[in-house]
């Protein structure tokens, strides 16, 4: 059930962000991308796992950086990191101890993760946004 809700809250979303055209602003899906990652590292605070909060940081470094770099050159970048994220999702527990996580968490957020780099790649390859930075 978790994958359903998932699918549908990032393509409904998505799709509201379409209609009201917050979209157009190259630096939506790269910030959606950042407060994805960061939900590991709140999982592990309130999991109160200082161990857990930096192997977790760690890992949402790599994403932010991620994340940056593909606002300032190619939105590609983030579409990789989104659906990276949701393979991450999937590997998760078997990599990271976190007892903050919620059982239902990874699937949630790995169908939600996969769907937004799906309707993204889309955006970019219809023209909707560019992918490159012009100057």
């Known amino acids: 059930m978790e994958v359903l809700i998932g699918l549908a809250l990032a393509i409904t979303l998505g799709l509201a962000f379409s209609l009201a055209g917050l979209d157009r602003d190259r630096a939506l899906y790269p910030v959606l991308m950042m407060v ?72 949630f957020c790995g169908a939600y993760d996969v769907a937004a780099a799906v309707y993204l790649g889309r955006l970019i390859s219809m023209g909707r946004i560019r992918a490159s930075v012009q100057a």
């Open 36 to 107: 994805i990652a960061s939900y590991y590292v709140l999982f592990a605070v309130l999991g109160h796992s200082p161990q857990s909060l930096w192997i977790e940081s760690s890992i949402f470094v790599l994403f932010f950086g991620a994340s940056i770099a593909g606002f300032k050159s190619n939105l590609w970048l983030v579409v990789l990191a989104l659906a990276m994220h949701g393979a991450f999702d999937l590997v998760h527990g078997l990599l990271v101890d976190n007892p903050g996580v919620p059982g239902w968490w990874p699937g």
